[in-house]
């Protein structure tokens, strides 16, 4: 069933303009801090210094293969977590040195792999949860997962990881 858009995921399964604000800042998102009537991701991203830039590329990483690990929970992957997997990383930033695509492709064989038994994934999301510094990004990093699943309709399998993922980053 095709999940209905939340307030934190729009009709296409992209972060609204408010969330993209809280992923790149890693703090929540006052009434001051944005207003919905500015519109755009430009609007939002002028307003702010660089986004993504108090996150290391490792907590960027981290990030990114939680997101795929999130993705493959359900063997299902829809159009609406990939294309919310591109937003957070086009949010977050990625360094520019560093080619996404061939990371992302070694992140979701990694993925693929923890999610087959429970030993790997445990060790798959610890060692994510090694390369988030703080409990800001740790809590960003398990939001955005939460949101991910939400925006194709959160399965069984999908709610057991993301308490797994709970439990071991918070």
């Not at 307003?47 to 690990?69: F, N, T």
């Not at 159009?79 to 996404?100: A, H, M, Q, Y």
């Not at 038994?117 to 949860?129: D, I, T, W």
Request: charge should be positive.
């Amino acid at each position: 069933a095709a999940a209905r858009p939340t307030g934190k995921i729009d009709a296409k399964g992209h972060p609204r303009d408010a969330h993209r604000l809280r992923l790149a800042t890693g703090r929540p998102v006052k009434p001051l801090d944005f207003a919905p009537d500015r519109g755009s991701i430009e609007a939002m991203s002028a307003a702010m210094k660089k986004p993504g830039s108090d996150l290391a590329q490792s907590e960027r990483e981290a990030i990114v293969d939680l997101l795929h690990l999130c993705m493959y929970a359900d063997a299902s992957i829809s159009i609406r977590e990939t294309n919310f997997i591109s937003d957070v990383v086009d949010t977050i930033g990625w360094d520019p040195k560093l080619s996404f695509s061939s990371y992302e492709s070694r992140s979701i064989a990694a993925a693929r792999t923890a999610r087959t038994n429970p030993v790997a994934l445990r060790k798959f999301v610890e060692g994510a949860g090694s390369r988030l510094k703080s409990k800001a990004t740790k809590q960003l990093a398990f939001s955005l997962c939460s949101d991910l699943m939400a925006s194709d309709g959160t399965d069984e399998r999908e709610a057991r990881l993301l308490l797994q993922i709970r439990s071991i980053l918070l």
